[in-house]
């Protein structure tokens, strides 16, 4: 038997006895490197789909699963607290036991810790969820419970490894979208992990569910979730666009005007003004892209706008994550090498820029990697983990932008440990100011201008009123402000979720009136097919006795037929009797006849 099958055949009786083996044999394993460039058909060239023989590849085994590389000049390994400068990758030191290495895994962030799901590890897909704690930079592993499946649910394992899949963070639940799967179901599968009981469940949604895929992007916009492309199982990219309304968990598909992006997967998408769109890169089967397309939320309209600045290098399988209006993208590949450098797209002006270059095998220089943002000490930071760059990687860097958010930061009471806080210098501070009095001077409405529309606002004017107030100091004014449309705003959101629990009502009322109907129907399908059973038997015993009638007019007929030769027959012996009587007495007699032939 050839090596490779008879590994496969000892691999197939191990999982079929022992299913857990691998996740605890690779715990002991040292991880090896596998000497290839970054390619976005990486998936296709060094992946083992669950199964299938690995490409022949030239790999080096590390000692103790590391992996002694140079560490690049960008790259600091001191922690935060050393560095002075904005725009500048660092990896700080982590406690716990770091998850193990992975790419196409999904990131989420909810308040102050960071959620890792899922992913792709030597070709095998995974299934476990650890967390960071930003507070105190350590991992750990949750033990999550599984619910019950739905009972009509042929859908698979609620907690069946995947990859390529989308995690996003939503009430105090993280939702895992689409993703591929060792037994792929036919459409996309929702599950929700309740942060508070730590329970996977599936998620029932209503109307027509888009077909199974991964690498597709998924968008969180206000209430609803925006999926675009993707590759589904049977290795075909994708291009179409749906909607998922996490109020009513109701899918729309939408046929948007203009000319879409062609299809791809592994690109990246984010919203801009809770109103636009944006759609950057990918792959398909023989090449990468490096265009822009946006699609405006209102008038479901694809443009095609014009890009400035130093525009990014064709990639895919690049992770992304806005911060106010700047888009920042970090990784992805072009089947040649790793993208170095970490761009932003200001998505008012579309002006690209490179907030910095990094040099090497260094996994922010890879593909397939997460990156999501959190907040230290008031300013956002942007936090990468794993990805794959000829070996898979499980390390955090984190990166303090200069280009200041206009969001308001979700954990800036969240106290930073040493290793980890950002010091602030007299620099930063001025850097600060003049920022704010610069926005304060020049507070005008950018526009994103598309080449075949109207150019539209993308800042709300209110942002627009509160730098100018802040800006001349009316900060009562402000504050009483922000509380009236605090005020406005809770009410409008006591409103809507009056509205939401009684269209829950109504949902639960029309499924319980559907499930009545379904037994009515079930009980009448029955019914039906009772009468049609004893529809079949009468029609047996019909044709039955139509063959009988058959025979037995075959047999009146026989029997006519015999009675009309017995009649004949009757007939001849009675003639032949009478003339038989004629004989000895006609002569004593003196019959004519006799004396005719005696004359």
């Known amino acids: 038997m050839v090596t490779t099958e008879a590994m496969r055949l000892f691999v197939k009786i191990l999982e079929e006895e022992d299913p857990g083996w691998y996740s605890r044999a690779s715990n002991f394993v040292s991880e090896p490197v596998i000497d290839m460039p970054v390619s976005h058909n990486s998936k296709a060239e060094h992946a083992v789909e669950n199964g299938n ?9 590390s000692e103790n699963g590391n992996v002694m590389e140079t560490q690049d000049k960008d790259v600091v390994s001191e922690g935060l607290g050393s560095i002075l400068v ?5 990896a700080p030191p982590i406690n716990g036991q770091r998850p193990k290495a992975r790419y196409e895994h999904g990131a989420a962030v909810i308040q102050d810790k960071m959620y890792i799901f899922g992913g792709n590890h030597n070709g095998r897909y995974l299934s476990d969820l ?11 592993k949750v033990e999550s419970k599984v619910g019950a499946e739905p009972p009509e649910s042929a859908s698979p394992s609620i907690l069946a490894p995947c990859a390529g899949h989308s995690v996003i963070p939503w009430e105090n639940k993280l939702i895992s979208i689409a993703g591929h799967t060792k037994d792929p179901s036919e459409t996309i599968q929702v599950k929700g992990f309740d942060l508070k009981t730590g329970t996977w469940s599936m998620l029932k949604t209503y109307g027509k569910p ?29 291009n179409d666009l749906h909607i998922l309304d996490l109020e009513t968990m109701t899918w729309d598909e939408i046929d948007a005007a203009g000319v879409p992006p062609s299809p791809r997967s592994d690109h990246a998408a984010a919203v801009h003004a809770e109103r636009y769109l944006l759609i950057f890169g990918g792959g398909s089967h023989a090449t990468c892209f490096n265009d822009l397309h946006v699609l405006d939320l209102q008038s479901m ?3 095609r706008p014009t890009q400035q600045g130093d525009i990014p290098t ?18 992805g590949g072009d089947n040649k090498s790793g993208a170095s450098e970490t761009v932003v797209l200001n998505m008012s002006t579309l002006v690209w820029s490179v ?3 990094v040099q090497g095998r260094v996994p922010v220089a890879s593909e397939g990697l997460s990156l999501v943002v959190s907040s230290c000490n008031g300013e956002d930071i942007l936090l990468s983990f794993g990805g794959y760059n000829g070996r898979y990687n499980s390390e955090v860097n984190v990166l303090k932008p200069s280009h200041k958010s206009t969001l308001q930061s979700k954990i800036m009471e969240t106290p930073a440990p040493d290793s980890v806080s950002a010091v602030h210098n007299a620099t930063n501070a001025t850097r600060d100011l003049e920022s704010d009095f610069e926005v304060g001077q020049d507070s005008k409405i950018r526009e994103i201008v598309v080449d075949n529309g109207d150019p539209e606002p993308l800042v709300c004017r209110n942002y627009e009123s509160s730098l100018k107030s802040r800006a001349n100091g009316n900060n009562e004014n402000f504050l009483v402000t922000l509380k009236a449309e605090k005020e406005e705003l809770e009410s409008s959101l006591t409103k809507e979720k009056m509205q939401t629990v009684q269209i829950k009502q109504e949902l639960s009322e029309a499924e319980n009136r559907n499930t009545e109907l379904y037994k009515e129907l079930q009980s009448v399908r029955g019914q039906l097919a009772s009468e049609q059973s004893r529809c079949f038997k009468l029609e047996v015993d019909v044709a039955e006795l139509r063959q009988k009638l058959q025979t037995m007019e075959a047999l009146q007929k ?24 004629g004989g000895v007495w006609g002569w004593l007699a003196g019959s004519p006849g006799h004396r005719d032939e005696d004359d």
Request: glycine residues 8%.
């Open 53 to 61: 023989a690995l490409p022949e590849t030239k790999t080096v085994a």
């Open 314 to 331: 064709p990639r895919a399988g690049h992770a992304s994550v806005t911060v106010g209006e700047n888009w920042f993208i970090v990784g």
């Open 130 to 140: 650890h967390v960071l704690d930003l507070r105190s930079w350590t991992w750990s």
């Open 558 to 581: 026989e029997l006519e037929l015999l009675q009309r030769q017995k009649a004949a027959s009757e007939q001849a012996m009675s003639a032949k009797q009478r003339q038989g009587s």
């Open 210 to 238: 888009p077909v199974s895929r991964g690498g597709q992007s998924v968008t969180l916009v206000g209430t609803s979730l925006v999926i675009f492309g993707g590759e589904d199982a049977k290795r075909s990219l994708l």
């Open 301 to 303: 309209e694809w443009t």
């Open 355 to 357: 907030v910095t270059s």
């Open 86 to 90: 904005y725009d500048q990758w660092i």
